[in-house]
């Protein structure tokens, strides 16, 4: 799944000009959720390329490829570049704050790689519950940031780092939140993690990256689920067979890397897991009628 930018998360959310403009090195943001523009509608999975903390209320679930979260109450969750996710948001409430970095905002001044902290570690439990003195204590360390965002004092980026640094340490002390959210529609929630891993593996930016899932069999073990029932799940979900889904996927990706790379037809069929380019010619013939050569023409 390509990561989106901090620009596309800008241009989802606020639709006007009064945005501030980010702070220094990692390009540190914040802001109250009131602020910004709410979803509508579900909202797809989605990976970004930069880290997020949130202090949000109320009744929510925030879905990952490998499971949901329930979220009541006073809650701070983690988000980092490599993990992408759906929030769903189930009471209608825009109170609470965001920040949002990237990881040179953290480089020079922490001892730990941002990585290797337990928040943001791959596989880490990102949501934390909070009573009442530990909210009024992160809501406070926000109202910090956004005041500082507004200073020109001349240390100010220093401040930052700090205070989010206190965030962090302060949260790490805590018990992540260990409910599980069961979906009401198994078929979904099968369907919605077979797409989030098929879409991880693209776009395709070099010669020697390889997708490792290609076929209805790997995506099964994967999900650690039988081939036949990852099939009837995504069928019933989406009206077509798992392996359309991946032949439209590869597709796509082929398209776009003749149309845009200068590589020659062997180094993209073996990007896309095709053992000859013989079989990629054939494969990509029946899919759009055409031979590999004459999308390069369009």
């Not at 990007?271 to 054939?282: A, I, V």
């Not at 990509?284 to 055409?290: A, M, P, R």
Request: aromatic share 12%; with cysteine; hydrophobic share 40%.
């Amino acid at each position: 799944m390509p990561a989106k930018s901090l620009e596309a998360f800008y241009a989802q959310k606020f639709d006007n000009t009064s945005l501030p403009p980010a702070a220094g090195t990692g390009e540190f943001n914040v802001f109250r959720l009131a602020d910004m523009n709410s979803s509508t509608g579900p909202a797809p999975y989605v990976r970004y390329d930069f880290f997020k903390i949130m202090l949000i209320h109320g009744r929510h679930r925030c879905h990952y490829p490998d499971k949901s979260i329930s979220i009541n109450g006073n809650t701070i969750l983690f988000f980092n570049p490599t993990v992408p996710y759906r929030f769903e948001g189930v009471d209608a409430t825009d109170s609470g704050y965001v920040c949002l970095f990237k990881e040179p905002f953290f480089t020079q001044t922490l001892r730990t790689p941002i990585h290797d902290l337990p928040v943001f570690r791959a596989g880490a439990k990102p949501a934390y519950q909070l009573n009442p003195a530990q909210d009024n204590e992160v809501a406070a360390l926000f109202e910090k940031m956004l005041a500082e965002m507004n200073s020109d004092y001349h240390f100010k980026h220093e401040l930052l780092h700090s205070y989010v640094s206190e965030l962090i340490y302060l949260v790490m002390k805590l018990e992540p939140i260990e409910e599980l959210y069961r979906h009401p529609d198994s078929n979904a929630r099968i369907t919605s993690i077979f797409t989030a891993l098929l879409d991880r593996q693209f776009p395709i930016e070099s010669p020697k990256q390889f997708i490792k899932l290609r076929s209805a069999v790997d995506f099964a073990d994967k999900l650690s689920v039988h081939v036949n029932h990852l099939n009837r799940a995504v069928r019933l979900t989406t009206g077509k067979t798992t392996t359309t889904l991946i032949a439209e996927r590869l597709t796509n990706e082929a398209r776009a890397l003749l149309k845009h790379t200068d590589w020659n037809i062997s180094e993209i069929s073996s990007c896309l897991g095709f053992e000859q380019p013989s079989h990629f010619t054939r494969f990509f013939k029946k899919q759009t009628g055409s031979p590999p050569t004459a999308a390069r023409l369009v």
